[in-house]
């Protein structure tokens, strides 16, 4: 017979598993709804047009990456050093600054949709992307620092549930083109944002209005910035080189492949919005414990996530590939292109935990210095690759890239001094 002190023990792991089951469960299911999506333009657009969307997308997520610098991983160290007990109070400056920085990046996603040949209501419809998904991405990260995980996992559902509706709107034309597919993505984001639709997530707080962005500038985004521009270059070097000196046909291959993988690298994405907040508010409590938990749960997740995306993707290009690929692809150069995407998501998948730790931590500036150390690492073995091999072995460069990151960043947390009250034994997972 159970005993009320061993429930009491119980019950805080149970209701940790079922956020962390809430948590995933959204996660996993807009994960799908994107590779399902990818999956039909693999099969059903001409390859260069869908070489082009992919790196429409890969820039879409680079612009989105700058406002996650700038206002949401600082978001989740400031408010909890704000009131580490409790409820957290809003941010309005980084809300409001969020939504200027918003327009400011959809208005750039216009041009360059433009300058890369999109027609112009594709143009038009790829700013919306840019967007919505940039609002959607703060909604989250402040729905996850109140704790209010429902809002996040409701958010998820309508995306899923738009994206699939899109999805299948796409396959039942006979003529689709990737004008749908950009309306699909709008349309997702637009109406996932209705549960962040509230005061407390988007609106600024006059009692507030007083908090300046200046010393939040100082302290965390200027080097989060700088750490998302290196972390580009480290991560991406190969598709801006590739596309921009060879053209999107050559960049077919490592666009095909890293469809594949796209599942994992949405998943790893949201994993570390959840841990950020976690993770920050455990910090500020000086909890060691909490700490430790969210970065056991953040890894093994992390580990899984990565294995079930390898298995996938070994199970489709050993029996099924030319379900996915129509047979104009290069399917040899697929296969490498994929053992590599494996190789960078395991990178990430290692030093991620660590990377959000850093965050949370507000140690922005020795989470941007090794990304700065990897960048020419990536860079330079990306251009020598493109001198020596078929395009598609540039990713190699990205690994080497990738390895050397995750070897500093965990450097980077064994070397961080105590603070608060912490001790050594909080940053060691």
Same mark, same amino acid.
Request: glycine fraction near 6%; include cysteine.
């Given at each position: 017979?159970?005993?009320?002190?061993?429930?009491?023990?119980?019950?805080?792991?149970?209701?940790?598993?079922?956020?962390?089951?809430?948590?995933?469960?959204?996660?996993?299911?807009?994960?799908?709804?994107?590779? *399902?999506?990818?999956?039909?333009?693999?099969?059903?657009?001409?390859?260069?047009?869908?070489?082009?969307?992919?790196?429409?997308?890969?820039?879409?997520?680079?612009? /989105?990456?700058?406002?996650?610098?700038?206002?949401?991983?600082?978001?989740?160290?400031?408010?909890?050093?704000?009131?580490?007990?409790?409820?957290?109070?809003?941010?309005?400056?980084?809300?409001?600054?969020?939504?200027?920085?918003?327009?400011?990046?959809?208005?750039?996603?216009?041009?360059?949709?433009?300058?890369?040949?999109?027609?112009?209501?594709?143009?038009?419809?790829?700013?919306?992307?840019?967007?919505?998904?940039?609002? #959607?991405?703060?909604? #989250?990260?402040?729905?996850?620092?109140?704790?209010?995980?429902?809002?996040?996992?409701?958010?998820?559902?309508?995306?899923?549930?738009?994206?699939?509706?899109?999805?299948? /709107?796409?396959?039942?034309?006979?003529?689709?083109?990737?004008?749908?597919?950009?309306?699909?993505?709008?349309?997702?984001?637009?109406?996932?944002?209705?549960?962040? @639709?509230?005061?407390?997530?988007?609106?600024?707080?006059?009692?507030?209005?007083?908090?300046?962005?200046?010393?939040?500038?100082?302290?965390?985004? #200027?080097?989060?910035?700088?750490?998302?521009?290196?972390?580009?270059?480290?991560?991406?070097?190969?598709?801006?080189?590739?596309?921009?000196?060879?053209?999107?046909?050559?960049?077919?291959?490592?666009?095909?492949?890293?469809?594949?993988?796209?599942?994992?690298?949405?998943?790893?994405?949201?994993?570390?919005?959840?841990?950020?907040?976690?993770?920050?508010?455990?910090?500020?409590?000086?909890?060691?414990? @909490?700490?430790?938990?969210?970065?056991?749960?953040?890894?093994?997740?992390?580990?899984?996530?990565?294995?079930?995306?390898?298995?996938?993707?070994?199970?489709?290009?050993?029996?099924?590939?030319?379900?996915?690929?129509?047979?104009?692809?290069?399917?040899? @150069?697929?296969?490498?292109?994929?053992?590599?995407?494996?190789?960078?998501?395991?990178?990430?998948?290692?030093?991620?935990?660590?990377?959000?730790?850093?965050?949370?931590?507000?140690?922005?500036?020795?989470?941007?210095?090794?990304?700065?150390?990897?960048?020419?690492?990536?860079?330079?073995?990306?251009?020598?690759?493109?001198?020596?091999?078929?395009?598609?072995?540039?990713?190699?460069?990205?690994?080497?890239?990738?390895?050397?990151?995750?070897?500093?960043?965990?450097?980077?947390?064994?070397? *961080?001094?105590?603070?608060?009250?912490?001790?050594?034994?909080?940053? @060691?997972?």
């Amino acid at each position: 017979m159970i005993s009320i002190s061993g429930l009491r023990k119980v019950m805080p792991s149970v209701t940790e598993a079922g956020k962390y089951a809430l948590a995933m469960g959204g996660t996993a299911g807009g994960a799908a709804a994107q590779f *399902l999506l990818s999956l039909v333009l693999l099969r059903r657009l001409p390859a260069a047009e869908f070489s082009r969307f992919v790196f429409l997308l890969l820039v879409a997520q680079f612009l /989105w990456s700058i406002m996650n610098a700038l206002f949401v991983a600082p978001l989740a160290h400031v408010l909890a050093e704000r009131k580490p007990h409790g409820l957290l109070p809003t941010m309005p400056p980084i809300s409001l600054l969020n939504q200027a920085g918003t327009a400011i990046i959809s208005g750039l996603a216009l041009p360059i949709a433009l300058a890369l040949d999109a027609s112009f209501q594709a143009s038009l419809l790829y700013a919306g992307v840019v967007a919505s998904g940039s609002l #959607r991405q703060f909604g #989250r990260a402040m729905a996850y620092c109140h704790g209010k995980q429902f809002r996040v996992a409701i958010s998820d559902a309508i995306y899923m549930t738009a994206l699939v509706a899109g999805t299948a /709107w796409i396959v039942v034309n006979s003529q689709p083109h990737s004008d749908w597919a950009y309306a699909a993505y709008f349309v997702s984001g637009l109406v996932s944002l209705i549960p962040f @639709a509230r005061r407390t997530d988007f609106w600024a707080d006059p009692q507030l209005a007083q908090k300046s962005f200046k010393s939040i500038w100082r302290k965390s985004s #200027r080097w989060s910035l700088l750490g998302v521009i290196a972390t580009t270059a480290t991560a991406n070097a190969h598709s801006y080189m590739v596309t921009l000196f060879l053209g999107p046909q050559a960049f077919v291959p490592i666009a095909a492949s890293g469809t594949l993988t796209r599942p994992c690298i949405v998943a790893l994405n949201a994993l570390s919005e959840l841990e950020r907040s976690r993770l920050a508010i455990g910090i500020a409590q000086g909890s060691t414990a @909490a700490v430790k938990s969210a970065m056991w749960h953040f890894r093994m997740a992390s580990i899984i996530v990565w294995l079930f995306t390898i298995i996938a993707m070994c199970i489709v290009l050993a029996f099924f590939p030319y379900v996915f690929f129509n047979r104009s692809y290069d399917l040899n @150069a697929v296969v490498i292109g994929s053992a590599l995407w494996s190789a960078i998501l395991l990178a990430r998948a290692l030093y991620f935990p660590e990377a959000i730790l850093l965050q949370a931590h507000g140690a922005f500036s020795p989470l941007a210095i090794p990304m700065l150390w990897a960048a020419p690492v990536s860079i330079g073995s990306v251009s020598l690759l493109l001198v020596l091999a078929p395009p598609v072995w540039s990713l190699g460069g990205i690994v080497l890239g990738e390895f050397v990151a995750a070897a500093l960043i965990f450097r980077a947390v064994r070397t *961080l001094p105590q603070t608060k009250s912490s001790s050594s034994k909080l940053w @060691a997972g």
